[in-house]
C-alpha cells in the first residue's frame, strides 16, 4: 500500500545517558564503527539528563524535503556517513515488513523527520551522542514498527555513536568489542539491571556545559594513531578492568568497583594526554573534584565514592545511598556555592544533585 492518505505517522521515545566506568576511546574500524575494546557503563535512567525525539513522516510532507534533524531547535545535519548507517538500515529493516505485507503503507520510501531535546549540555562530556542516537534509532524503529529486541536495535545505534549501544539497555551495560570484521557481535548486553544494586546513585557534577573543543569521534581517532601508551590500555588494562569491573557488580563490591572506574577514568584520560598533540579534556575544577572524592574517601575510613569523567570536564561521582552524607557533604564543603544546586532526588539510580560550578 503507498502511503498516499497524507496521514501523518509519528512516534516518540525518550533515552537516557550512560556514564562509562570502563571506557570506550578508539575504533578498529571506523566506518563500521567498531572500538578497539569492550567497555562498560551505568545507564542513569531515571536521571534527569535524556534526549526525547519525535520521528514522524508523511506522504503529505514534500520528497524534495529529504531527511532531516534538529537538535534543541537547531537543524543539525543528517548526511554524514554514521547518521546515514542508521537511517539505512532501519529503513531496510521497515521494507522487509512492507515486502512481507502488502497492506503496510510504505513508509520505508518516505522522508523521515526528525526533532530532538537534549534537557542537558549537548556535546559537553556528558553522553548526548549516546542518549541522542539511542532515542533516534529507538524513535525511528517504532514508528515503523519494527519487533526487533534491545540487542538488534544497538547493533544499529552502535553507528550512530558507539557509546549510544548501551543506552539502550537499563542498568550496567557492557559493550561486546566482538571481532567480527563486519560487526555483526559488535553490541551491548545487560550485565546486570538496576534493581541488581539498588543503592547506587549518581552525583553529575556540571562543571562546563560548553561543547568540547574535540569531539569524541576525531580525538579518540588521534589517540589511536598518536598515543604510545593506548597499544597497553587496549592490550591489558582494559580486559583486566572489564574483568574486575563485572566480579564487582556481581559481589556489589563497591570499593572494587570504586577503584576500578576511578582507575579507567585516569588511564583513559592518560592516553589523552599521551596523544599528540595532548587531549585535555579536564580541567582545574575537575581536578579539584578528583581531589574532593579522595578527601571523602580518606574521611570516611573507605571508599565511599568514586569519579569517572568522560571527554569534558564534567564530573559523575557514583556512590551508594547510605552514603549520601559523607559524599554530598563534602562537595558542598570544597565547592562552595549551593545555587547551582538542583534538588536532590532520592529513589532509583538518578544523578541526586547537579551543581553548576559556574566555570
Ligand atoms: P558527548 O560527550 O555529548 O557525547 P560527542 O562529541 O560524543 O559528545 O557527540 C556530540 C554529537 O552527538 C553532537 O554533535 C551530535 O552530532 C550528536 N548528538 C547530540 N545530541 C543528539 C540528539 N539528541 N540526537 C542526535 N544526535 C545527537
Ligand atoms: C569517553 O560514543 O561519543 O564517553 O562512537 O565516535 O560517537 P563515537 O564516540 P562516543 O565516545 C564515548 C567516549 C567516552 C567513553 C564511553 O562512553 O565509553
Ligand atoms: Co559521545
Redesign the pocket.
Known amino acids: 500500500m503507498a502511503a498516499s492518505d497524507n496521514k501523518v505517522y509519528r512516534a516518540s521515545t525518550t533515552a537516557p545517558v550512560n556514564i562509562a566506568v570502563v571506557k570506550y576511546w578508539g575504533k578498529r574500524d571506523p566506518k563500521l564503527n567498531l572500538p578497539t575494546n569492550s567497555s562498560l557503563s551505568v545507564t542513569l535512567s531515571q536521571s534527569d539528563l535524556r534526549?526525547l525525539?519525535t520521528a514522524s513522516c508523511s506522504a503529505a510532507f514534500p520528497s524534495s524535503e529529504g531527511d532531516s534533524?534538529v537538535?534543541n531547535g537547531e537543524p543539525?545535519d543528517v548526511s554524514g556517513a554514521r547518521t546515514q548507517a542508521c537511517f539505512r538500515a532501519l529503513r531496510s529493516r521497515r521494507a522487509a515488513l512492507e515486502a512481507a505485507d502488502p497492506n503496510l503503507p510504505k513508509l520505508s520510501q518516505l522522508s523521515l523527520r526528525l526533532v530532538?531535546?537534549?534537557n542537558f549540555p549537548?556535546?559537553?562530556?556528558?553522553?548526548?551522542?549516546?542518549?541522542?542516537?539511542a532515542?533516534?534509532v529507538r524513535a525511528v524503529a517504532d514508528l515503523y514498527g519494527l519487533p526487533d529486541e534491545p540487542r538488534e536495535l544497538s547493533r544499529i545505534a552502535r553507528q550512530?555513536?558507539g557509546?549510544a549501544c548501551r543506552s539502550l539497555f537499563g542498568g550496567y551495560v557492557a559493550w561486546r568489542a566482538g571481532s567480527a570484521a563486519d560487526g555483526s557481535d559488535s553490541l551491548a548486553e545487560q550485565v546486570a539491571p538496576a534493581a541488581h544494586w539498588p543503592e547506587m546513585r549518581a552525583l553529575v557534577l556540571v562543571v562546563s556545559a560548553a561543547r568540547?573543543g574535540v569531539?569524541?569521534?576525531s580525538g579518540m581517532q588521534q589517540t589511536v594513531g598518536t598515543s604510545g601508551l593506548f597499544a597497553e590500555r587496549v592490550a591489558a588494562v582494559v580486559p583486566r578492568h572489564m574483568d574486575a569491573m563485572e566480579a564487582a557488580i556481581r559481589d556489589r563490591d563497591f570499593a572494587a568497583f570504586a577503584e576500578v572506574t576511578m582507575r579507567d577514568s585516569n588511564s583513559f584520560h592518560a592516553t589523552c594526554a599521551d596523544t599528540y598533540p595532548p587531549i585535555f579534556y579536564m580541567n582545574d575544577v575537575s581536578r579539584a573534584a578528583i581531589r574532593a572524592v579522595e578527601a571523602i574517601n580518606a574521611n570516611a575510613g573507605r571508599t565511599v565514592a568514586a569519579y569517572t569523567f568522560?571527554?569534558?570536564p564534567n564530573a559523575v561521582v557514583y556512590y551508594l545511598e547510605q552514603d549520601t552524607e559523607a559524599v554530598i557533604g563534602t562537595f558542598y564543603h570544597v565547592l562552595g556555592d549551593m545555587d547551582g544546586w538542583k534538588a536532590p532526588v532520592i529513589q532509583g539510580l538518578k544523578p541526586s544533585m547537579t551543581l553548576d560550578a559556574g566555570v
Not at 549537548?122 to 542516537?133: C, Q, R
Open positions: 534526549t525525539t534533524l537538535i543539525s530532538s531535546e537534549n549537548t556535546a559537553a562530556g556528558l553522553a548526548s551522542s549516546a542518549a541522542g542516537f532515542a533516534l550512530g555513536s557509546s568540547k569531539s569524541s569521534s568522560d571527554a569534558g
